[in-house]
């Protein structure tokens, strides 16, 4: 009898656990919109899971609020910066967002596999200055629409943990997939195929969402179905919220809601630019410029698809971008909506287009990220994160963060401190590593703001800017 009770009793636990892992299979499966479907076909690849990803949270958290009363709540907000903006009150402040970029691998050595290197991942900030920043003379700041704008919105790769000990910003952790691990232990590459085990990592690894932006790389696999693989996926990223409430829920685990999982994911061969390539960068032919991030996170701070997510009866909710039927996929000029004024905007970093076509994000767009910036939980809060600054070399940074940036980072031979409301910094000291200085010098003139980093030799470096008794200090890489 004992032993029939224990056979009983194992069948009981093996069906519960059968049960468990079938429901959190079916938590992770997702239908792919027509525009993906359409990406899949044309190019292979599933360019931005954004809007299935965000399906899945609604289903997960039932109370959260909906895209409609989203917009709903950003609205009156948006048309109060436009009033500003007419009326001259609108101030050009510079918000910078620290990023920490996790590279979950399997054990790969460094520069193999899905364990980029960190001047690959490094590359993504860059693109991104430049792209969010339309930087003169890259490929950002091309502007082929003549609609392009300056977001005022700028990234710096994290100095500090949550902890307060130093950080380059890039993060590795050696984390097997979970579901390989248990249906197929002895897979020689495995892959992360569905999106609940990915959401479980970022959970597990995500540093501060009110103090970074985090962003995951991962190798993505599966079948490439409607049933949770992710086989094909360039990226995806969460977006913005009206409310702090994180959902009304928690997760399976008893966490926080949807808070936990904040931030933005690529494929690791979609990370970075191969025009930062110093010969240990993977990336993949097509999309290899580091535009899937600038997609992502134009998602992660507000913005639609540029077609709307629908056809020429859908919005983007911005008046400067011209309606369009649907995504395109190339760098050849249409007009989906013939009755509608303008061609489609192809240049824009919102379509799925080629990395190569993209260089836009219009003055509507920069509202809708200034005002999500300013008002969204865990977007609004970044703006006061000392993320980015050294915690040995940062001793009073006051509010200086919120007038003072550096751009570009990387750099090569020229560094410039970018001021904002007519502050003119008394003096910038610039340090190694290991702490040493290594230049300094007075301000006395805006010409003084631009420095010469061509004699420096390549590296991680710190720029410490004072003004009167408050200090600043950005980590730069010189390439």
Known sequence: MKNKNFTFLLILIAFTFSVKAQENSNKSRFELTDANKHALKQTGYVRCLTNESETLLDAKYPNRLNNEAFENWLSPKLKQIKIDRAQGRLTSEVINIPVVIHIIHDGDALGSGENITDAQAL???????????????????????????????????????????????????????????????????????????????????????????NMWTFRFGGKRTNEGGLSGVLGFAQFPVNSGIDGLGVDEVGQPGEANTDGVTASYNAMGTKDEDDGTFILNQNYNLGRTMTHEVGHWIGLRHIWGDGDCSKDDYCDDTPTAKQANYSCNEVDSCTNNFGVDMIQNYMDYTNDACMDTFTQDQKDRMIAVMNNSPRRKELKNSNGCQSPDLSVNSFNLENVLSIYPNPTENVLTIKSENAILPNKYSIYNTLGQLVTSKKINAISDLTINTSVLSKGMYFIKIAKENNTVTFKFLKK
């Not at 993060?171 to 479980?200: C, F, K, L």
């Open 123 to 213: 590359s993504q900030i860059k693109v991104m200055n430049e792209d969010f920043r339309r930087l003169a003379g890259t490929k950002g700041g091309a502007n082929s629409t003549g609609l392009a704008v300056d977001t005022g919105i700028n990234f710096c790769i994290a100095a500090r943990t949550p902890n307060g000990e130093a950080t380059n910003g890039v993060v590795r952790h050696n984390i097997s997939p979970y579901t390989n691990e248990v249906n197929n232990p002895t897979a020689g590459q495995p892959d992360w195929e569905t999106m609940a085990d990915v959401q479980r990592v970022k959970r597990d690894t995500q540093w501060d969402p009110e103090k970074y932006l």
